[in-house]
């Protein structure tokens, strides 16, 4: 009888928790999608989860807050580390974590490891749901840069070695671009840029391309993708006075 009295009251508990409306503090400072994989990953718990994507000016109500931080390896669309803070509605802090990841973890799964992260936040145990989030759009010649602008716009670096071409350099931006959007406008710009790759004595001056730009999600929902013929105000934002 006394085991039965402890399993319903953690059973009450449980659902108690998973009633509180939870609110997720978008950052437009990290790289990915983490925002939707947090929300995910409490939603199919039975969690009542929402993203606000412009905390600073909202008044959602809410019971409990949960802010991120994402750090990538550099040049790589790669998760680095993380960190997961809870709040109550009158920002006091509840719990904090941080989650470093290393470099040689191939083909990571994002998914499994915010949902680990969610579990030592929230001290629960929660669900996982398998999903092969790791990124699959790689080249061994050119390297990523992801920023998350939005819940639809984001920022894309792609650098090229010397091998490869202009046009390889582009079709890789929009190829990595639909990892994010399945239907998108974009603008981008190119140029070279110098760097330095290990030679027979030294280490050996070379030039590449590098292309920048925005992808914007849009509506249509049918895979279409369309250049934009005008700069958007998110280009300029983001590369105005960035040296390329």
Do not use: W
Not at 79 to 93: I, M, P, Q
């Amino acid at each position: 009888m006394k085991i039965k009295f402890i399993l319903l009251f953690l059973c009450i508990y449980t659902y108690s928790f998973c009633q509180n409306r939870i609110k997720i503090d978008f950052n437009n400072t990290t790289s990915g999608d983490y925002d939707l994989m947090i929300n995910d990953i409490l939603t199919n718990n039975g969690y009542d989860s929402f993203i606000d994507y412009q905390p600073e000016k909202s008044n959602h109500y809410y019971d409990l807050l949960i802010k991120y931080n994402t750090t990538s390896h550099d040049n790589y669309d790669e998760l680095k580390s993380f960190s997961l803070a809870l709040y109550d509605s009158t920002g006091n802090r509840l719990n904090e974590i941080t989650k470093n990841i290393s470099f040689f973890n191939v083909k990571i799964n994002e998914y499994k490891k915010i949902s680990e992260g969610l579990n030592s936040l929230l001290e629960k145990r929660l669900k996982y749901k398998k999903n092969d989030s790791y990124k699959k759009v790689k080249y061994f010649n050119i390297t990523f840069n992801i920023h998350k602008l939005d819940s639809a716009t984001y920022s894309i670096v792609a650098k090229g070695a010397g091998s490869e071409s202009l046009a390889d350099v582009e079709d890789a931006f929009l190829t990595k671009a639909t990892e994010y959007l399945s239907d998108f406008d974009y603008y981008f710009k190119n140029n070279k840029y110098k760097y330095h790759a290990p030679g027979p004595y030294s280490f050996v001056p070379h030039t590449g391309y590098i292309v920048i730009g925005i992808i914007k999600g849009n509506s249509t929902n049918n895979n279409h993708i369309m250049k934009l013929k005008e700069k958007p105000i998110e280009f300029i934002k983001e590369f105005e006075e960035e040296d390329i």
